[in-house]
């Protein structure tokens, strides 16, 4: 995305920001409470129409495009709360993915999710409501709901928000397979920067709307900017867990 | 607690849960069509007929997640559009002045008519929806409500067409029980078809998560105004049934009272599973039709016992908030009939019933 800058009334969350993924890649994207990660997620996948700039997949420009016309276009996400179709099973959640956006026939779609699902560790509650899944699974299903949409660019707002340590570290393993594995690139919101620091290859720093930083891993971990965003925000971070 | 008669809804199955809801209404049909007495027949027919206009409603609103208050002006779209093509030929031009010739002049055969008539339904559904399935909803649910009213005003006034708010007299009384069912079981069939459908599981994941189904690619509207289009032409068909098999029409037929009951009928069956609807009608009419005896005056032991007059309307909302309160998701609790089990047989998708379905999901 190339400039792109989304007012709410007369506050700015995203000011005039640059952000590129790669293909075939993890790229990280950090940033304080309020910095605007989510909303850049937001208007990556159509929910959100910027107030200024441009979206581009590839050189096909998809700026003002609905989140259905985003993600059958291949960028697909993952939401911070879940957000599963809790009265449907496990299953039909990942396979409403692939009908939806690839108009796979029901059992073809099935078949698809039960795939990913076998890769995520989740084969077993396959035929579970979703609902009444434990929080981190339900984390576990949203991603492999987001992967089997066939798509080129996966967002995952904060997919470990909440999980306990060896949840958090299964589920980063698994993310960082996911280029390699289904051929696409993923950008990771993470709070926890042990795990941003050693699942993505480049990370981008957001602070205020604006982007502050972006680089490896060792590059942004020595940033002075980076360092100040953070450390000036060291309260609300704590508060925020 | 173990609820073992019901499993969660498996395709696959295809033609098993259908059939058994459908196949026992047919013999019930048939037996008491040409061996009951005339009484037990019509109470059957008025059963059935809900049946066909409870299916419709839960067409729509089991997917979705929208209850429709609209659908009674559906039927009477329905009830009015036969009647145009099949009542009173001698009558028609001078109590129906405003209809257009070909309708004046002639009568058409029943069946053909009847269809005629549930697509016209499904046409004003299709059109009406275009506005209507663009709202979420509480919003959605009210403008369905709208509709019914606008229903009520324009048939109710539209005197050169539809005699206004005179009760029309002279439709042929062709219903009968079987010929009813043939409808219920084509319903159910669709029901089922649509519910199984990539439709059908779209518009269920948007009514579980609607932003999240946009992130898969639905396109919400266009599945809604499809199953909404799908759902009024048999509740246009049950209009016409119910019409056909009184013989007279009203717009006043077509109004609160109905919409109360059929509602009471889906919510006290559960509106998300197949079995329920099918079960929430019968139940509700089984008591209906008690507490109308009741009503009227029976005699135990020598001494005549007789409900005050509206008792029924009374019972049925009981009934309605009891099930409310201690059982919200239906009788059926969202679940179908476990058929296979019924037959004796080993299936494989034991791996797929759901292990406690007792407890259901947190709303």
Same mark, same amino acid.
């Given at each position: 995305?190339?400039?792109? /800058?989304?007012?709410? /009334?007369?506050?700015?969350?995203?000011?005039?920001?640059?952000?590129?993924?790669?293909?075939?890649?993890?790229?990280?994207?950090?940033?304080?409470?309020?910095?605007?990660?989510?909303?850049?997620?937001?208007?990556?996948?159509?929910?959100?129409?910027?107030?200024?700039?441009?979206?581009?997949?590839?050189?096909?420009?998809?700026?003002?495009?609905?989140?259905?016309?985003?993600?059958?276009? /291949?960028? =697909? !996400?993952?939401?911070?709360?879940?957000?599963?179709?809790?009265?449907?099973?496990?299953?039909?959640?990942?396979?409403?993915?692939?009908?939806?956006?690839?108009?796979?026939? !029901?059992?073809?779609?099935?078949?698809?999710?039960?795939?990913?699902?076998?890769?995520?560790?989740?084969?077993? @509650?396959?035929?579970?409501?979703?609902?009444?899944?434990?929080?981190?699974?339900?984390?576990? @299903?949203?991603?492999?709901?987001?992967?089997?949409?066939?798509?080129?660019?996966?967002?995952?707002?904060?997919?470990?928000?909440?999980?306990?340590?060896?949840?958090?570290?299964?589920?980063?393993?698994?993310?960082?397979?996911?280029?390699?594995?289904?051929?696409?690139?993923?950008?990771?919101?993470?709070?926890?920067? =042990?795990?941003?620091?050693?699942?993505?290859?480049?990370?981008?720093?957001?602070?205020?709307?604006?982007?502050?930083?972006?680089?490896?891993?060792?590059?942004?971990?020595?940033?002075?900017? @980076? !360092?100040?965003?953070?450390?000036?925000?060291?309260?609300?971070?704590?508060?925020?867990? | 607690?173990?609820?073992?008669?019901?499993?969660?809804?498996?395709?696959?199955?295809?033609?098993?849960?259908?059939?058994?809801?459908?196949?026992?209404?047919?013999?019930?049909?048939?037996?008491?069509?040409?061996?009951?007495?005339?009484?037990?027949?019509?109470?059957?027919?008025?059963?059935?007929?809900?049946?066909?206009?409870?299916?419709?409603?839960?067409?729509?609103?089991?997917? &979705?997640?929208?209850?429709?208050?609209?659908?009674?002006?559906?039927?009477?779209?329905?009830?009015?559009?036969?009647?145009?093509?099949?009542?009173?030929?001698?009558?028609?031009?001078? &109590?129906?002045?405003?209809?257009?010739?070909?309708?004046? &002049?002639?009568?058409?055969?029943?069946?053909?008519?009847?269809?005629?008539?549930?697509?016209?339904?499904?046409?004003?559904?299709?059109?009406?929806?275009?506005?209507?399935?663009?709202?979420?909803?509480?919003?959605?649910?009210?403008?369905?409500?709208?509709?019914?009213?606008?229903?009520?005003?324009?048939?109710?006034?539209?005197?050169?067409?539809?005699?206004?708010?005179?009760?029309?007299?002279?439709?042929?009384?062709?219903?009968?029980?079987?010929?009813?069912?043939?409808?219920?079981?084509?319903?159910?069939?669709?029901?089922?078809?649509?519910?199984?459908?990539?439709?059908?599981?779209?518009?269920?994941?948007?009514?579980?998560?609607?932003?999240?189904?946009?992130?898969?690619?639905?396109?919400?509207?266009?599945?809604?105004?499809?199953?909404? &289009?799908?759902?009024?032409?048999?509740?246009?068909?049950?209009?016409?049934?119910?019409?056909?098999?009184?013989?007279?029409?009203?717009?006043?037929?077509?109004?609160?009272?109905?919409?109360?009951?059929?509602?009471?009928?889906?919510?006290?069956?559960?509106?998300?599973?197949?079995?329920?609807?099918?079960?929430?009608?019968?139940?509700?009419?089984?008591?209906?039709?008690?507490?109308?005896?009741?009503?009227?005056?029976?005699?135990?032991?020598?001494?005549?016992?007789?409900?005050?007059?509206?008792?029924?309307?009374?019972?049925?909302?009981?009934?309605?908030?009891?099930?409310?309160?201690?059982?919200?998701?239906?009788?059926?609790?969202?679940?179908?009939?476990?058929?296979?089990?019924?037959?004796?047989?080993?299936?494989?998708?034991?791996?797929?019933?759901?292990?406690?379905?007792?407890?259901?999901?947190?709303?």
């Amino acid at each position: 995305m190339e400039g792109v /800058g989304v007012r709410f /009334g007369r506050l700015s969350a995203l000011d005039g920001v640059d952000l590129k993924l790669r293909p075939n890649s993890v790229t990280g994207l950090i940033g304080p409470n309020g910095a605007g990660k989510t909303t850049a997620v937001n208007v990556l996948t159509g929910f959100q129409k910027p107030t200024s700039g441009k979206i581009f997949l590839g050189s096909q420009e998809l700026t003002g495009h609905t989140p259905e016309e985003f993600a059958r276009q /291949g960028v =697909t !996400r993952s939401f911070q709360s879940g957000r599963l179709f809790s009265k449907l099973s496990v299953i039909d959640n990942v396979a409403s993915a692939a009908i939806g956006i690839r108009r796979l026939g !029901r059992t073809k779609a099935r078949e698809h999710a039960y795939g990913i699902l076998e890769w995520i560790g989740c084969a077993d @509650v396959a035929s579970a409501f979703a609902g009444t899944l434990p929080h981190g699974v339900q984390q576990r @299903v949203g991603l492999a709901r987001a992967i089997a949409g066939f798509p080129s660019f996966i967002l995952l707002d904060e997919p470990a928000a909440g999980l306990g340590r060896t949840d958090c570290d299964g589920l980063i393993a698994l993310i960082q397979k996911i280029p390699s594995k289904f051929e696409c690139g993923v950008l990771l919101i993470e709070h926890n920067m =042990t795990v941003i620091m050693n699942a993505c290859s480049s990370i981008v720093v957001f602070a205020g709307g604006r982007r502050i930083a972006e680089g490896t891993p060792a590059e942004v971990a020595h940033d002075a900017e @980076v !360092r100040r965003a953070y450390l000036g925000s060291a309260n609300e971070q704590t508060m925020a867990i | 607690m173990k609820n073992n008669r019901f499993v969660s809804s498996i395709p696959g199955d295809t033609w098993l849960l259908p059939s058994a809801l459908a196949i026992p209404l047919g013999v019930v049909a048939v037996g008491v069509q040409y061996f009951g007495p005339p009484t037990i027949a019509v109470t059957v027919t008025e059963i059935y007929i809900r049946l066909v206009a409870a299916l419709a409603i839960y067409m729509f609103s089991s997917n &979705t997640g929208i209850i429709s208050y609209g659908h009674v002006a559906f039927m009477g779209i329905g009830a009015y559009a036969s009647a145009w093509q099949t009542c009173c030929v001698m009558m028609k031009p001078i &109590t129906m002045h405003g209809l257009p010739a070909f309708l004046k &002049t002639a009568n058409f055969p029943v069946v053909p008519s009847a269809i005629a008539a549930g697509v016209l339904a499904a046409v004003v559904a299709l059109v009406a929806s275009l506005v209507i399935m663009r709202l979420n909803s509480i919003a959605a649910a009210i403008a369905t409500f709208a509709l019914l009213f606008i229903f009520q005003s324009v048939y109710g006034h539209w005197d050169s067409v539809t005699m206004g708010v005179s009760t029309m007299i002279g439709l042929p009384q062709y219903v009968t029980p079987v010929h009813v069912w043939i409808w219920v079981a084509i319903a159910i069939l669709v029901a089922f078809i649509l519910q199984n459908s990539s439709i059908g599981l779209m518009l269920r994941a948007s009514r579980d998560e609607h932003t999240a189904a946009r992130a898969c690619g639905a396109r919400i509207l266009k599945y809604r105004v499809i199953a909404f &289009t799908i759902s009024a032409f048999f509740a246009g068909i049950a209009g016409v049934m119910l019409g056909h098999r009184i013989g007279t029409i009203s717009v006043a037929t077509f109004h609160l009272d109905l919409t109360f009951l059929l509602l009471a009928m889906v919510v006290v069956g559960g509106l998300r599973s197949l079995s329920g609807v099918v079960l929430g009608v019968i139940i509700v009419s089984v008591i209906m039709e008690v507490l109308r005896l009741f009503q009227g005056g029976v005699s135990i032991g020598g001494q005549i016992v007789s409900l005050p007059a509206g008792s029924v309307q009374i019972g049925i909302a009981l009934v309605m908030i009891l099930v409310l309160r201690f059982r919200p998701d239906g009788i059926a609790k969202g679940l179908e009939f476990d058929v296979k089990r019924w037959l004796g047989r080993s299936s494989d998708e034991v791996a797929l019933r759901r292990s406690d379905s007792g407890s259901s999901a947190a709303e």
